[in-house]
């Protein structure tokens, strides 16, 4: 299935894969080990811990990012916030300017090394009261904050 | 102006200080004294609880002391002296007032220009304030003893986080429902205003009230056998006092044998003594059902009246713990209309507003109306600025193969059990296969979810029914949608569905089986009306 609207979406940086890379093979190190330390122990035929771990890792770490990443993008609107993201669980989010309450521009190491940036809009909804948009240059999010900033502001007003 | 004030105590006493004065006469002198203003706010000396509200609590606490007592009673028990055991009683609940007194003496409260303060702790001073513009509702609960003292518990919600954000327990009654007209007045704006102005014609007829045989009937409907369930649990928690085991059947037969009754003479009675015996049991259940329904809900709906108010919706309600909330109107995010099967028949629902106060702790939206007409229950939404559906208005049915993959994947998840018991057990794959059989209910509900749901569009609002025990009608404003989000599961993407789910503020609207293309035109066209207006400007009291 192909959606209609993709071609406006604008993708995310190219660098967010290599940041969630990083962070997916950062997290799921503890698994690794664990493999390891059953693997050491010798219970079992050698590799039949270690084998689908790696594997596993080998996919999670390094396969799953390109295609998540290829599966995000978004919209800046005149007076609203597109977010799609997933394939196997697509959501397709629309926030308006008008009903957002506040605005965070997060980076964390990995992204600060990266120049990368997540912005997240809250919304007084109880269903999506935050949304994040990751990976995005840490210029760009703050543009965007001013942009939604400006555009709420001429609303009240 | 000020003439008409002293015998107000809140007022009153701000008049004493410098800031309140200034407070009083309008935002502009106000506005000049702004920065030492916040300074002498400082030295404000606020306003105390009502001492009597110490005993409230304390008599209300009583049952968490047990507890204590218990465990002091045990450590002096080994020791020789009687008397001990008397005096250690008397200490902790000594000491228990004692604490009491202590964070009453440190408990103040503020009422400001622009918000409520409370300055509370006894080591670790908190100081909340709670502006006015972000109150949802103040609400006046008065428990039984509260009630005898004249004393009533204030809180106050903002909608963040859970429960109430504030509470005053306990002041004197009038000044606490002087204390919510004074905020209900600064919400709106009016800094200067009088008790005069304030005091609303309270006399105005309601928009809906329920006698006592409405509160009886609805009583009946709310059939309820928790109260077995509640006995259980006490018999748990205390099996350790009781004279035997509650959960030996042995001991039970034991009882009944000391009295003459063996198991033997039981086999013995005739049938059809047996299906009298049978009877009376079931009726015996079914009265304390219908019971302990009637019971519960005249504890909680005795008197029940709702008044519409200049600014919104007050409700009073209650037997023995009296209750009186008020909500702005405008804070009213979507109406929710319920019935059931049952009472369907008999044209009884009930009417809830969604909004980001929560009502208590087991309804979470403000119940307007829980058992009334349809025709009661127009008016009622009419005057919180919703409409109900007129005639135009096309209902689509959900499509249905949106239900038929959740079946087959139930089908899929009793494979597990079915193989494992075949493979753990004797059973073989013939028999555990009866597991399928449960895939009747839920075949059932699934149609009759499929058949009971139908979502709608117009000019202004959403709706949506679903439910078939809970039969829900919910209408939104669309205006007040925060963000609306298209999903499609993998199953759904393949067949071209998808669900669209309304984020408002206080609840989620989900609108399910639309084909995708069906829903991006519908967020296409609520994000439209969406984005035109800004969200303050709406939640703005007019």
Redesign the interface.
């Known amino acids: 299935?192909t959606d209609d609207?993709a071609p406006e979406l604008t993708p995310l940086n190219p660098a967010y894969v290599t940041t969630t890379r990083i962070s997916s093979a950062l997290g799921l190190l503890p698994l690794l080990i664990g493999a390891g330390v059953l693997e050491a122990s010798q219970l079992v035929p050698p590799g039949s811990f270690i084998v689908p771990a790696l594997i596993l890792y080998g996919l999670v770490a390094f396969a799953v990012p390109k295609r998540k990443y290829r599966r995000w993008g978004y919209d800046m609107?005149s007076?609203?916030l597109r977010i799609v993201r997933g394939y196997?669980?697509?959501?397709?989010?629309?926030?308006?300017?008008?009903?957002i309450q506040h605005i965070d521009v997060d980076q964390g190491p990995i992204d600060r090394r990266y120049g990368l940036a997540t912005l997240t809009v809250h919304?007084?909804?109880?269903?999506?009261?935050t949304?994040a948009l990751p990976g995005l240059l840490h210029a760009d999010a703050l543009a965007m904050r001013e942009t939604i900033r400006a555009a709420?502001r001429q609303?009240?007003l | 102006m000020t003439n008409s004030q002293p015998q107000d105590p809140f007022v009153s006493s701000i008049v004493e200080t410098p800031i309140s004065g200034a407070l009083l006469h309008g935002v502009s002198s106000s506005l000049d004294t702004n920065g030492e203003g916040s300074e002498r706010i400082n030295t404000d000396e606020g306003h105390r609880l009502h001492i009597s509200g110490l005993i409230v609590g304390f008599v209300t606490g009583l049952p968490q002391l047990v507890f204590p007592i218990v465990a002091a009673v045990f450590g002096v028990r080994s020791s020789s002296n009687p008397v001990l055991i008397p005096v250690i009683i008397v200490i902790v609940l000594f000491a228990s007032l004692f604490l009491r007194w202590l964070a009453w003496t440190r408990f103040r409260y503020h009422i400001g220009e622009h918000d409520i303060r409370i300055e509370s702790g006894l080591l670790n001073r908190t100081a909340r304030s709670i502006p006015y513009e972000r109150i949802q509702d103040v609400s006046i609960e008065q428990k039984p003893l509260a009630r005898m003292m004249g004393l009533g518990e204030v809180k106050f919600e903002t909608g963040g986080g859970k429960g109430e954000d504030a509470k005053l327990s306990y002041v004197i009654l009038a000044d606490a429902e002087h204390l919510r007209e004074l905020v209900r007045a600064r919400k709106s704006g009016v800094v200067d205003a009088t008790l005069d102005d304030l005091a609303e014609a309270v006399d105005s007829p309601p928009i809906f009230t329920m006698d006592s045989k409405r509160v009886f009937i609805f009583g009946l409907y709310s059939f309820s056998l928790v109260i077995f369930a509640v006995l259980g649990g006490v018999a748990q928690q205390f099996d350790a006092f009781l004279p035997f085991d509650f959960w030996d059947i042995r001991e039970w037969i034991g009882i009944a044998e000391d009295r003459g009754i063996t198991i033997d003479r039981i086999s013995d009675i005739e049938m059809t003594a047996r299906i009298v015996l049978g009877v009376i049991a079931l009726v015996g259940l079914l009265i304390v059902g219908f019971a302990s329904g009637v019971i519960r809900t005249t504890l909680r709906e005795h008197g029940f009246r709702l008044d519409r108010t200049e600014k919104g919706f007050r409700r009073r309600r209650g037997l023995l713990t009296l209750t009186d909330t008020v909500m702005p109107a405008h804070r009213v995010q979507a109406a929710v209309i319920q019935t059931g099967p049952i009472r369907k028949r008999r044209g009884w629902h009930s009417l809830k507003f969604v909004s980001l106060a929560q009502d208590s702790k087991d309804e979470s939206n403000f119940v307007a109306a829980p058992f009334a007409t349809l025709g009661e229950i127009w008016p009622i939404v009419a005057a919180a600025a919703l409409e109900a559906p007129n005639a135009d208005v096309t209902f689509r049915k959900g499509s249905g193969r949106w239900w038929l993959p959740r079946f087959f994947f139930a089908a899929l998840i009793l494979c597990g059990p079915v193989i494992s018991l075949a493979v753990f057990t004797e059973a073989t794959i013939a028999q555990t296969a009866n597991i399928y059989w449960l895939l009747v209910p839920l075949a059932f509900l699934l149609w009759f979810e499929r058949r009971n749901y139908r979502d709608a569009l117009d000019d202004t609002q959403l709706y949506i029914r679903h439910g078939w025990w809970h039969q829900r009608l919910e209408i939104a404003s669309q205006v007040k949608v925060q963000t609306v989000e298209i999903a499609q599961g993998p199953i759904s993407r393949r067949q071209g569905l998808a669900s669209l789910k309304f984020g408002i503020a206080g609840g989620t609207l989900e609108m399910m089986a639309l084909p995708l293309e069906t829903a991006r035109a519908i967020r296409n066209a609520v994000m439209d009306r969406v984005a035109a207006v800004d969200y303050s400007a709406i939640n703005r009291s007019h």
Do not use: L
Request: no cysteine.
């Open positions: 299935m609207t609107g007076d609203r196997m669980f697509y959501r397709d989010t629309v926030v308006p300017f008008g009903r919304t007084a909804g109880n269903h999506n009261s949304v709420i609303d009240v």
